[in-house]
């Protein structure tokens, strides 16, 4: 098991039993990747990733069937042929971002320099009073610039992710952020989907929720995305018409913890994220706790929604949020 150092507590991400060099082909191809984006200039290296990306779509158009049946779903008056252009140009964007990545160990003041902030103080304000931020957001735009870049100017953000395969390289991208100040709190969910149990799954996640806890009442800033059930225990919400398993659980934290709860968006805008903070979302502290979380975090995907039926080719979501919907007739 690996250990993942957040913030004063170290939190256990299960590693994959030594096994054959394949399984560290990832870790290797990775490492590469991110020394050729060191020394070529960004825009080649942008170009080349997207064209990877659409020779990917071509010989392996089974791999982006879920991406393919989400915006099928979001996007049901489109002909085949225009949701295949838009497909197309959502994995291209999606190949850009992960070279987004590759660049930030070594060009981590000019990547920050890139985000624009758009009604920052909505975020700002309650920090001033005290209150501590959850930042609720989606896998759109240029979120890992964004985030890295917003917490370049304005510190203490800490962010939920999902531990990657193999061990080695999820730690090495967990370093690659925290070169640009982003404290990584890793959500272990292969271990959590595959554990003995609720019990055990709780036990998992323990310690990545005590992390949250911690940061929101130090008055820190924790971001997660509320598109994507990461651990399949997503409370049912409509999203486009159509009931979806949302994660819940950082609305009930934040209400738990008295934190403002600020959607932000990175969208990508040419070499530029720009980000735009929406007003916090209210909330009753004394109110019903399950109905007023469903309540809020509705406001939050409707927040969404426009986002996406704006920005479809920016929205990256490759499993599939509706499971056998084929997105026509909604």
Avoid: K
């Avoid at 158009?61 to 099928?72: H, Q, V």
């Avoid at 203490?156 to 061990?167: F, I, T, Y």
């Avoid at 055990?200 to 130090?218: D, K, M, N, S, Y």
């Avoid at 009931?243 to 070499?271: E, H, N, Q, S, Y």
């Amino acid at each position: 098991m690996t250990e993942v150092g957040v913030g004063r507590e170290v939190l256990p991400v299960r590693s994959a039993p030594p096994g054959r060099l394949t399984e560290r082909l990832p870790y290797h191809a990775f490492r590469a990747g991110e020394a050729v984006a060191g020394v070529l200039p960004h825009r080649l290296v942008d170009g080349a990733a997207a064209n990877v990306a659409s020779l990917a779509l071509r010989l392996r158009p089974s791999r982006f069937e879920g991406l393919r049946a989400n915006l099928r779903h979001v996007l049901p008056d489109l002909d085949d042929r225009v949701l295949e252009r838009v497909v197309r140009a959502n994995v291209r964007n999606l190949a850009r971002s992960w070279a987004d990545v590759l660049r930030m160990q070594h060009h981590a003041d000019s990547l920050a320099g890139q985000v624009f902030p758009v009604n920052v103080e909505n975020m700002t304000e309650p920090l001033q009073r005290g209150r501590g931020v959850v930042i609720v957001s989606l896998h759109l735009g240029r979120w890992e610039v964004g985030l890295a870049g917003w917490n370049h100017r304005f510190g203490r953000m800490s962010v939920l992710a999902e531990a990657v395969r193999p061990a080695e390289l999820f730690e090495h991208i967990v370093a690659a952020r925290g070169a640009m100040g982003v404290t990584v709190i890793p959500i272990d969910t292969a271990a959590i989907r595959g554990s003995d149990g609720p019990a055990e799954a709780r036990r998992l996640g323990a310690a990545a929720i005590r992390e949250v806890f911690r940061t929101l009442r130090g008055n820190g800033m924790v971001a997660m995305a509320m598109d994507r059930d990461l651990i399949g225990n997503g409370t049912p919400l409509p999203f486009f018409g159509a009931d979806a398993p949302i994660p819940v659980g950082v609305v009930d934290v934040a209400i738990r913890t008295g934190a403002a709860i600020v959607p932000v968006i990175l969208l990508r805008a040419g070499d530029a994220v720009v980000a735009p903070c929406w007003p916090e979302i209210g909330y009753d502290p004394e109110a019903d706790r399950d109905a007023e979380v469903r309540r809020v975090a509705g406001e939050v995907l409707r927040i969404f929604e426009g986002v996406i039926a704006e920005h479809p080719d920016q929205w990256h979501v490759l499993e599939p949020i509706w499971p056998g919907d084929t997105g026509r007739g909604r």
